[in-house]
């Protein structure tokens, strides 16, 4: 069996986020035996030229807007039963161009601009992967992750992706900005979920992993121990453990 490139499996999925390969990707899933791959490429042609011609639209998108279909926040990327959710985001507004007048360089309008299409994003009901936003930018996603977590730093907060409400893909550093939060900032954790844009739920278990770590710091525990006996990744308990350090330092 040919092994699928890595800029298949890397960019493939995001066709779904297009009309034609979310009709697709519908009768694939929900019809597998009725249609060959042929007659589901004619049939979703032809309910794509009634729809365009049927429907308006059914938001009125601004200047300097787009549409983009976004997972939803109740389902993963990678679950079989993924949905989307068509979005506006607001890629260059006025005031940007306001700034750029008065002498704000380029990188900073960037960087505040990938922290509001994922708040809009997320207050529309999906959230962004910085795949997505690599799309809408021409960039490399890892590029963008690097500006995403200046940011944060910069302004200590969470961005809402899929990175950060999902646990996907290399985003573990809300973890550590949450129990800095709780456990050194002393916040209350129903305001740091708030602030996060995390659920309760999740700023719980995170805490609860924290002093499953923290047991086994304080026992002297070194980072292998500690990842066999939590199950925890060594990356994540190594930031723990660089939290605790600090803690016991400046205490």
Known sequence: M???SWY???FGSAENRF???ALENFFK????KFFGPILREKLVFELIKILETMLP?????KPGQMVWNAVDISTRADSPRCKFVPVVLTIIS?????KLKKGTTMSEIRDHAIARITNEAFEQGALLSMRDIGLLSWRQSGVLSAYRKSYEKKYNVTL????SIQD???CVSHKKLIIKKVFIEKKDPLVVSRETKHTMYAVDRYLKDFYRVKYCFDDSKDINFTSRATGLSKFLIKQYFDILKDYKNNS
């Open 2 to 4: 040919i092994q699928a």
């Open 8 to 10: 298949v499996k890397k």
């Open 19 to 21: 009309l034609q390969g």
């Open 29 to 32: 899933r929900e019809f597998p």
């Open 57 to 61: 639209l059914k938001e009125r998108v």
């Open 94 to 98: 006025e005031d940007d161009v306001k």
């Open 160 to 163: 809402p992706t899929t990175g």
């Open 168 to 170: 996907m893909g290399s």
